[in-house]
């Protein structure tokens, strides 16, 4: 079964640093990768997915990576926000329907 | 935008109560799925659907059941709630048929509290 482990599980940085959040898996048969955003009591939201034949996926502020056959991925927050505090979650799928295998979390805390 | 939505925010039931809970999508998506979040132990998939009337259980089904009448609703209903079921259940969709290529989109959740 695909175990998923994020770390750092918690972070704090002052605004304006770049955030680097870590995400690995044990079975590098994924067909994707997904990056999540999650405020307290809220549902997720999605930020990046991520192909398995793609090593990289941009959007504004954010950069994931993906090093399938490390079973890595990495979520990268350029010029951290005090809006950007919320915990991040990342999911690969290992399964042709698209089910999500999360990992626990990493809770991101940005200091104005 | 892809919308999800939830039929109640919060949720209280008395133990042995019927529940159902409702998920809605509006964008024709064939995938269906119902999460339950809890905390140190994450986010774990309960049933999912793939098309209307075809269900899948997930990693921890018991206790629960699904329904699909429609493409765009998917019903998670727990028979005769008991206190360990008191959790964050979150619905998500995605547009697939097996290739699972494509990405998933959450529900804002509902708090079930079950006394």
């Known amino acids: 079964k695909q175990e998923v482990t994020q770390i750092p599980a918690a972070l704090s940085v002052p605004e304006g640093e770049n955030l680097v959040l870590n995400c690995s898996f044990t079975d590098s048969a994924i067909y994707n990768l997904q990056w999540f955003r999650q405020d307290p009591g809220k549902g997720l939201t999605s930020l990046l997915l991520i192909q398995s034949s793609q090593r990289e996926q941009t959007s504004g502020r954010l950069n994931a990576s993906l090093d399938k056959s490390s079973g890595r991925s990495t979520l990268y927050i350029a010029a951290s926000q005090p809006g950007d505090s919320a915990t991040y979650l990342c999911?690969?799928?290992?399964?042709?329907?698209?089910?999500?295998?999360f990992g626990a979390g990493t809770q991101v805390v940005v200091t104005p | 935008d892809v919308k999800v939505t939830q039929s109640s925010r919060y949720l209280v039931k008395r133990t042995g109560e019927k529940v159902f809970l409702e998920c809605v999508q509006d964008?024709?998506?064939?995938?269906m799925f119902w999460y339950r979040q809890d905390p140190g132990l994450g986010l774990r998939l309960i049933y999912f659907?793939?098309?209307?009337?075809?269900?899948e259980k997930g990693d921890i089904p018991e206790g629960y059941s699904v329904s699909r009448e429609k493409k765009e609703r998917f019903s998670l209903i727990l028979e005769s709630a008991s206190t360990n079921q008191t959790s964050m259940y979150l619905c998500a969709s995605s547009p697939q048929g097996t290739s699972g290529s494509y990405e998933q989109y959450f529900g804002p959740g509902t708090r079930l509290t079950v006394t």
């Open positions: 964008m024709d998506h064939e995938n």
């Open positions: 999911a690969p799928t290992t399964d042709s329907w698209g089910k999500l295998q």
């Open positions: 659907s793939y098309d209307v009337k075809m269900k």
